[in-house]
């Protein structure tokens, strides 16, 4: 079993930034895949940033390409996204998520953390 806490959500002003933690406890959380998506208000969820278990292999969404970071500090068993340049479209609840390999995590995951509001204001 693994378990997932985010947080780091909050409030910010359009062209701001903030940096998301996923901090992972249970079994060897190391060895996961952990990605980061997010769900807006009546939409789907949807895939926005993946990193390997060594941090080596790291995957985007276009629409945050170039702007978001996502990186991983094994020795904390946290991982971190880094979001610059924010828009009002990027506001959503962010989820982190658990896979055994970075195919697996972006598109089924195995846990899932229990989510963090990212507000961005015009």
């Known amino acids: 079993q693994v378990q997932l806490v985010e947080s780091g959500g909050g409030l910010v002003q359009a062209g701001g930034s903030l940096r998301l933690s996923c901090a992972a406890s249970?079994?060897?959380?190391?060895?996961?895949?952990i990605g980061w998506f997010r769900q807006a208000p009546g939409k789907e969820r949807e895939f926005v940033a993946a990193?390997?278990?060594?941090?080596?292999?790291?995957y985007y969404a276009d629409s945050v390409k170039g702007r978001f970071t996502i990186s991983r500090d094994n020795a904390k068993n946290t991982v971190y996204l880094q979001m610059n340049s924010l828009k009002p479209e990027d506001t959503a609840v962010y989820y982190c998520?658990?896979?055994?390999?970075?195919?697996?995590?972006?598109?089924?995951?195995?846990?899932w953390g229990q989510g963090t509001q990212v507000t961005v204001s015009s």
């Open positions: 990193i390997s278990w060594s941090g080596g292999s790291t």
């Open positions: 249970g079994r060897t959380v190391n060895s996961d895949a």
């Open positions: 998520a658990a896979g055994g390999s970075i195919v697996r995590v972006t598109n089924r995951p195995d846990y």
